[in-house]
């Protein structure tokens, strides 16, 4: 237990929760979302892909590993001016946290200083500051925090177990090691995962135990559907079943109560219904704005005729 969160949660508890009737489930996730939540308001968070390209990682659902013919153009690290233009695009249309991302395997030090600079320039526009550049020493870690770094995306992507299926040229413990040099030096956790790689329903379960079984739970818990990028080799998997990706928001909220989660990638391609039952169900915040990092996000006014429907207001 940590503060009164549970994260001792075993298998077999959560796949008895997760196999409940789906009205048991949904009820059981929205009170305990309601208990934690205004279930009326959604934090929303914009990303910018600030090195586009080019990885040397084999993630084989990314559309920016250099081993895979994707059409993803390599470009270098957008320059300081770029970055805070788009921040302020970003907080103009109602974005409270910015999202920097890099198609780096690990932070290497030239960048560090570059990112810095980012994080200090987007500070001044009152922005929450996020960033997402592969792995991250603890030094290197805490240098982020001095600057004003308030998160740091790392996700675990799926179980333990489907892992060495999606990815091979780092292991689950490299990321586990990460998260913890980032808990330690006081940043917050942004860490999830995607469905659709082609994982069972159990690895899915496992992938929510083990974020909820981190000594500290992660604040913002990112849970995207596979967009599928064609030449990757998980372009034309089977797609995920909607009410399988609700089931799997709810158990997200119901072991990690206090957390945001966050319905991410793959909006685009759901109906307004089923983000609808994903809000209901325990996600309170989404990415908002045309882009995701090479994909589309599902369109600003599109966004925010649905909130206006459901009278979800931002944070
Ligand atoms: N290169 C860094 C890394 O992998 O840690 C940071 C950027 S990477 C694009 C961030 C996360 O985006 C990945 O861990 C993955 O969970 C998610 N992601 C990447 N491509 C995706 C896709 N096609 N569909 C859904 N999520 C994706
Ligand atoms: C996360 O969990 N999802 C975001 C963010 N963290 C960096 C990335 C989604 C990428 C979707 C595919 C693309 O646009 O390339
Ligand atoms: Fe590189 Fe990140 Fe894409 Fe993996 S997910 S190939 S590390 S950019």
Known sequence: MNNDIKNNWQLDELKRIYNQPFNDLIWQSHTLHRNYHDPNKIQVSTLMSIKTGGCPEDCKYCSQSIRYKTGVEIEKTLPLNEVVKQANEAKNQGASRFCMGAAWRNLNDSNLKKVIEMIKEVKKLKLETCMTLGMLTKIQAEKLKNAGLDYYNHNLDTSKEYYSQIITTRTYEDRLKTLENVRDVGLKVCSGG?????????????????????????????????????????????????????????????TMPKSYIRLSAGRDTMNDQTQALCFFAGANSIFYGEELLTTKNSPINHDQDLLKKLKIDLT
């Open 194 to 254: 995607i469905l659709g790689l082609g994982e069972s329903i159990e690895d899915r379960i496992k992938l929510i135990k083990e974020l909820a079984s981190l000594e500290v739970q992660p604040e913002s818990v990112p849970i995207n559907m596979l967009v599928q990028i064609k030449g990757t080799p998980l372009f034309d998997s089977d797609v995920v079943d909607e009410f399988d990706f609700i089931k799997i928001i709810a158990l997200a909220r119901i």
